[in-house]
Each structure stands twice: as structure tokens, then as C-alpha cells.
């Protein structure tokens, strides 16, 4: 049995939360102050949410490494360990896909004060909106961007291994979970990318917007290409069967 502390992945997200929310307490009062009772409802309502969202994401968090743990203690197809050279690419490459997510988050909540306004939600004015916007997309932009930072600091240090078996992947801090109905399995297959080869992992992930494809390659060590075309040709026939 591997024994190892698996970090909760959204430990970071859930202080920077509740941190956020004791800050609108700032906005909240100067609204109150001001008599502007909408907003300083709106803000209440906000502080609610995020501290709601920080308790859901700590248990669920808290369910992902339990699930990480099942993984790593059952049958495994391949177990690799790198240099640190080899494994620059990955995080590098992971952490762009994660700053284009914290950008479409950003900018939804910019946009959302405005369209409150706009809808007449609240009764808020249009520069409340706009005041509203800015708050919440300076929040959104602060939680994704630290916990895109957060994925960059655990990928780039050791040990630097990845696990692939039937049921997922963890691949240096980062899980893929395609046995429950959240995440599906596409395709998983061995390419070339140079002078190294590189295992691509296509899958599927349930997202707001319905399920959206994702892609993570992991490098194949020298020596080791038999075993991950095993490994690819093992999951790709349990997808189809």
C-alpha cells in the first residue's frame, strides 16, 4: 500500500474564499452607510455564496484525495518518475490551460455587475453594476489565478511521477478521474513529439456549459514506449468494450 499525504487540491481556493468574503464586508458597510440598501443586500447575499462555495469545495476536495488514494493503491498500468528536466514541459503546458480558464472566469463575473443592472436585478443602478462587475471579477480573477499557481508550485516539485491505471490518472499533483459519470474517457494514445514520445489523454469533463474536451499529454520515459502502447491499447479496448 503506498503510503503518502495527497494534499486537499482546493485547500488554497477555500481560504482565498473566505478571505474574499470577510473582504466584502468592506463594500458592504460603506454601502450601508451610504443608505444604498440594494447593494448592501446584494453583498450579503455574495458573502453568503462564497462562503457556501468555500465549504463545498473543502468536502469535495476531501473526496477527491480519497479517490486520488483508491487509485494509487490499486492495480496500476504504468508508474513513472522523471528528471526535472523532463517534467518542465507538462507543468509549463498546465498551467497555461489553467490561465485561460481563469481568464473566461474573470471575465463572466466583470460582466455579470452590468448585467444585474441591465436586468434590473436588485434594483441596482448601472454604476453599482459596474462597481459590482469589478468586485466580483478582481474575487473570481484572485481564487483561479492562485489556484493556477497553486497546480504550477505542486507540479514543479518532487518527486515527479505519474500513475496511470484503469480508473484515472494522476499525473505530479494533477487527477483524472474517468470511472464515475463527471469525467469520460475519449481516447488515450502514444504519439511522437520530437525526440520523446508522449501519451495523449483525451477525455471529457461535465462542466455549467455541459461537457467540454480536455487534453493532458504525459511524457514517456526512454525505454519505456512498449509499456505506455500497452497501456493505451489496454484502456482503449475497456472504453469500447
Known sequence: ????????????????????????NIPAVMMMMSGNSPMTSMFGLIQFVMFGAGVALLVHGKSIV???????????LVHWSYETDQWTAFAAEEFRRRKLLTMAVM???????????????????VN????LGAILGFCGFAVMELQARGVLRRSALPPFEAFIAADGAFINGVFIDWSGGKNGL????????????????????????????????????????????????????????
Open 1 to 24: 500500500m503506498i503510503q503518502r499525504t495527497i494534499p486537499n487540491p482546493y485547500q488554497r481556493m477555500y481560504r482565498t474564499l473566505i478571505a474574499a468574503a470577510f473582504l466584502m
Open 66 to 76: 480519497r479517490s486520488i488514494l483508491h487509485l494509487l493503491n490499486g492495480p496500476m
Open 107 to 125: 471575465t463572466m463575473l466583470l460582466l455579470s455587475g452590468p448585467a444585474a443592472a441591465f436586468v434590473g436585478i436588485g434594483g441596482i443602478s
Open 128 to 131: 453599482d453594476g459596474m462597481l
Open 186 to 241: 475519449t481516447e488515450i494514445r502514444v504519439e511522437r513529439n520530437g525526440k520523446r514520445s508522449e501519451v495523449v489523454i483525451d477525455y471529457t469533463e461535465r462542466t455549467i456549459k455541459g461537457r467540454q474536451a480536455r487534453r493532458i499529454t504525459v511524457p514517456v520515459p526512454a525505454g519505456e514506449e512498449q509499456n505506455a502502447a500497452a497501456a493505451a491499447e489496454q484502456l482503449n479496448r475497456k472504453r469500447l468494450s
